[in-house]
């Protein structure tokens, strides 16, 4: 089970859509070493996974399955994906830059003296050397980091930055069953309850368009606003860390350093200043539209279109003009 590794994440019982993207930039780079790709899957109750991995190109799959991983722990997860690298050895691991992954992947370095790059945007190979691009300083500058020595890579990788892998319809794979002892395992934290923020849009990260608010919107009321535009668009709402701070909306909406990443086809970002913190969690975007009564806000230095203006009087006019145009579609 050795060749190019991608650690699955899942959800209800199904793929997150970073794991298909990873399982396409993953076949990539086993086809250019000409080895293998393998999905590693943790959790309780996983086997139907292994369907789908398969379509979605892995050759082999790994399974992890104990009662104890049903739920996200960090000492059984980092016991169980070390040793599961360290017995199998894998050329690379590339791992799902979420909550789960940027907790799990550092400690598995640690733990196996491993080579490590974080918000990867592009992985590849260059002779026997694995290279990395990723961001860095608040994305001001891009980096190329190529690891070195024998040990495990591991990748975590940025989301919404490669397509997911195609389907091949009854495509199959080796799969295969970890054994799982979690006896010795000095277990710290446990899962005292479990809240999910329902959204009824599609989720932040996974959005083709995303609408966000800042500090300009003064006060919780007014996201309303972006609801509305939100709803017209099919997009998802965001914020910078102003309006979460001040508890006008919760921490999920939160895009930048400290909250998400976001890579939409389009950001609108609606009262929002700018700050290099914000701007490390959506630069990434391909098209930015930013609406701000200040003609210096640094936003507009990154903004593909850039509106001067009161916002409480253009996204009122941008929601009619929307449903102008879907209403002649």
Do not use: C
Not at 67 to 87: C, D, F, K, N
Not at 170 to 183: I, K
Not at 237 to 263: A, F, L, N
């Amino acid at each position: 089970m050795e060749g190019i590794w991608v650690l699955a994440e899942h959800t209800a019982g199904q793929l997150r859509r970073i794991t298909l993207e990873l399982l396409g930039k993953g076949r990539a780079l086993a086809d250019a070493r000409g080895s293998r790709l393998v999905a590693l899957v943790l959790g309780h109750g996983v086997e139907p996974l292994a369907g789908p991995l398969a379509e979605h190109g892995a050759d082999g799959v790994l399974l992890a399955d104990h009662p104890s991983l049903a739920s996200y722990g960090v000492e059984a997860y980092t016991h169980v994906m070390s040793r599961a690298i360290h017995e199998h050895r894998p050329w690379a691991v590339l791992v799902p830059s979420t909550a789960n992954g940027r907790d799990l992947a550092p400690r598995v370095a640690a733990r196996l003296g491993a080579g490590i790059v974080t918000d990867v945007e592009d992985l590849w190979v260059e002779g026997e050397q694995l290279v990395a691009r990723r961001p860095m300083y608040t994305r001001k500058a891009v980096g190329t980091v190529a690891f070195v020595g024998d040990g495990p890579r591991i990748a975590v990788m940025l989301p919404k930055v490669f397509p997911p892998a195609d389907r091949q319809e009854g495509r199959r794979a080796e799969v295969r069953r970890l054994e799982v002892n979690l006896e010795t395992v000095p277990v710290r934290t446990r899962v005292v309850e479990r809240r999910e923020v329902r959204r009824e849009r599609v989720s932040l990260v996974e959005a083709e368009i995303v609408v966000s608010g800042g500090r300009g919107l003064r006060g919780p009321e007014n996201f309303a606003l972006l609801e509305e535009l939100a709803a017209e668009l099919g997009a998802a709402v965001g914020s910078s860390r102003p309006p979460v701070d001040s508890g006008w909306v919760p921490h999920d909406y939160e895009i930048g350093q400290t909250g998400k990443t976001v890579s939409p086809t389009v950001y609108i970002a609606v009262g929002i200043s700018g700050a290099p913190q914000h701007l490390a969690g959506m630069s990434g975007s391909k098209y930015i539209i930013a609406i701000n009564k200040d003609p210096n806000a640094p936003i507009f230095q990154v903004a593909s279109l850039g509106v001067v203006g009161d916002l409480f009087e253009i996204v009122p006019r941008l929601v009619a003009a929307v449903r102008r145009l879907r209403a002649r579609a």
